[in-house]
C-alpha cells in the first residue's frame, strides 16, 4: 500500500488532513480512502481532507473531500488551512496566494490580526429558495438562504446553546427543495454586528466546530436582516471569526486563525 505523508490542521475548529498532491500520486474520486482517513475509527480523523495540487495558472489547485468521501465545490476554513500548508510547502513563498477550485479562483492572504484573510468570489442566489414555511416548525426568527460557494439555509433561533443543532439541521439538510442538500446555520444575536453560530454540515452529516462559507453565509444574512455594514464577528464553537464586506457585498473576505496540529503518515 501507498504511504500518505500528510498534516493536520486546525482552522477555527474544522479540522483538516492536508496531503501534497502536486505529483497527483491520490485521486480525489477515491471515496473509499477518504471517508476511511477521515474516520477516527479507521483513519486520522477529520472534517475533510484537503489535496494541494499543481497548477499552470495559479500558485496551486484545492480539492476539497468531505468526511463521507465525496468531493464538493468549497470551504472556506478549508482554503485559510491549505493556504496555510501553502506557505510551508511551496518554494515561492507570498503574502497573498492565489489557487484553484472547483468554484474558479480565489485568494488568501496572510493577516496579521486575524491569521489568515480568505477573499469569497462566490456569492449567489440570495433568497432564491424561499425557507419562511420552515420557520414555525424550527423555531426561528428570520430565515434566508444563500450560496457561498456551497448551499447555505440560515436560521435566526433564539438560546443557541440549547437548540436541537443537530436534529434540526438533519431536517433542513435532507428538505426537498434542496436536491442535492443543503447546510443549515443557526445564529443569534449577541450584541449589534456580533453572532453566536451553530452550524449543521452537509457531507460530514452532523454539527461542526465552525464552518467557513456558512460562517460567511450567515454574517451576510444577519448583516440583511438588522442593516449592519463592514464587518460581523462570529462566535463558533471552534472559536472567533470575522466576516468583511462592502456595501454592494463584491468585497466579501472571511477572517481566522488557523492552527497546525502535526504531521505524519498512514497507508
Not at 488568501?108 to 429558495?129: F, H, N, W
Not at 430565515?143 to 435566526?156: D, I, K, Q, R
Not at 455594514?229 to 457585498?249: H, M, N, P, Q, Y
Request: proline share 2%; glycine share 8%; net charge neutral.
Amino acid at each position: 500500500m501507498t504511504k500518505i505523508n500528510f498534516t493536520k490542521f486546525n482552522a477555527t475548529g474544522n479540522d483538516f488532513v492536508v496531503i501534497d498532491n502536486r505529483d497527483f500520486t491520490y485521486r480525489a474520486e477515491d471515496r473509499s480512502l477518504w471517508a476511511r482517513l477521515c474516520s477516527l475509527k479507521t483513519g486520522i480523523g477529520a472534517d475533510g481532507v484537503l489535496l494541494l495540487e499543481a497548477s499552470d495558472k495559479v500558485d496551486f489547485k484545492m480539492r476539497y473531500i468531505n468526511a463521507d468521501g465525496g468531493e464538493v465545490e468549497m470551504c472556506g476554513n478549508g482554503a485559510r488551512a491549505i493556504t496555510a500548508f501553502a506557505n510551508e510547502v511551496l518554494e515561492t513563498k507570498k503574502e497573498t496566494y492565489k489557487f484553484e477550485t472547483m468554484n474558479g479562483v480565489y485568494e488568501c492572504a496572510l493577516d496579521p490580526v486575524y491569521g489568515y484573510r480568505l477573499k469569497m468570489t462566490e456569492l449567489y442566489d440570495i433568497d432564491k429558495i424561499n425557507l419562511h414555511d420552515l420557520d414555525s416548525k424550527l423555531q426561528a426568527k428570520k430565515s434566508l438562504y444563500m450560496n457561498t460557494g456551497v448551499p447555505h439555509a440560515v436560521f435566526e433561533i433564539e438560546k443557541i446553546l440549547d437548540y436541537p443543532v443537530n436534529a434540526f439541521g438533519k431536517d433542513v439538510r435532507y428538505d426537498a427543495r434542496f436536491p442535492k442538500g443543503s447546510n443549515a446555520n443557526f445564529f443569534e444575536v449577541i450584541s449589534p454586528k456580533h453572532i453566536r453560530i451553530r452550524t449543521y454540515e452537509r457531507g460530514v452529516e452532523n454539527e461542526t466546530l465552525s464552518c467557513g462559507t456558512g460562517a460567511t453565509a450567515t454574517a451576510l444574512a444577519a448583516a440583511k436582516f438588522y442593516g449592519w455594514s463592514d464587518e460581523v464577528v462570529l462566535e463558533t464553537l471552534g472559536g472567533r471569526l470575522a466576516v468583511k464586506f462592502s456595501k454592494d457585498l463584491k468585497d466579501i473576505y472571511l477572517c481566522g486563525k488557523v492552527e497546525k496540529i502535526f504531521t505524519g503518515s498512514t497507508v
